[in-house]
């Protein structure tokens, strides 16, 4: 059962365009989420993070909104850059202890040049 | 900081061998991570130490595998008898217990034949 899902495996955008990668949860108990974006050969690398006191994050061209009613957070890449071109995983952690997160399947971004 | 040392980056083997794959963190980092990902699951934690003891082992998948934490600066993570449907890439992570971001290493590409 995945709690964590990510139901676009792909996502091709113009370069410049804004780029939106959705993720859902399942489970309430979540309150810390995380954005990764991995290369090719090469582990995740922590992107953006988000708590769930907060509905927005923003860093530079990334933003996370989450929505806790819905059990759903977005990334905006704004504008997206071919440099960009990466799979995006989230992730959903309850705050106890050793944060122990559960990674959704991820989405292939594609940005255009 | 050479970041997560993972080694080695590829092993092909056949159906029935060993296989043993290792994990050298961040200097400092007391909370390690093993991640197996594959198209259909994503990320997958299979375990994480704290302090170099398990703590949580519920992600892997069967007797086959398993994981030691000797000492802080090193971990494996062994399949024995290995088999074609083991086949995907192992990431080893580290972080400061507390901290939500977690440094991955490079990966192990696992092929069994």
């Known amino acids: 059962d995945q709690q964590v899902k990510q139901n676009s495996p792909s996502l091709s955008v113009q370069e410049g365009r804004i780029s939106i990668l959705n993720c859902d949860y399942t489970?309430?108990?979540?309150?810390?989420f995380l954005w990764y974006k991995k290369y090719p050969a090469e582990g995740p690398t922590f992107l953006i993070s988000i708590s769930s006191i907060k509905d927005k994050n923003e860093d530079g061209r990334f933003t996370v909104f989450l929505n806790k009613s819905a059990k759903h957070l977005s990334l905006h890449i704004v504008p997206s850059q071919p440099g960009d071109s990466a799979v995006y995983f989230c992730a959903a952690s309850e705050t106890s202890g050793t944060y122990k997160y559960i990674f959704g399947t991820g989405t292939r971004l594609k940005v255009l040049a | 900081d050479a970041g997560v040392i993972q080694s080695p980056r590829h092993e092909v083997t056949e159906m029935g061998q060993e296989v043993t794959l290792r994990c050298k963190p961040i200097?400092?980092?007391?909370?390690l991570f093993w991640y197996r990902q594959t198209m259909m699951r994503g990320l997958e934690l299979l375990i994480y130490?704290?302090?170099?003891?398990?703590?949580?082992d519920s992600g892997m998948p069967e007797d086959r595998f398993s994981a030691k934490m000797p000492n802080a600066s090193f971990s494996t993570l062994k399949i024995q008898p290995s088999e074609p449907r083991d086949s995907a890439v192992y990431f080893c992570a580290s972080t400061l217990r507390g901290s939500h971001e977690q440094f991955f290493g490079p990966g192990t590409r696992l092929t069994v034949l």
């Open positions: 130490f704290n302090n170099n003891v398990p703590i949580d």
């Open positions: 200097s400092g980092h007391n909370s």
């Open positions: 489970n309430s108990m979540f309150d810390y």
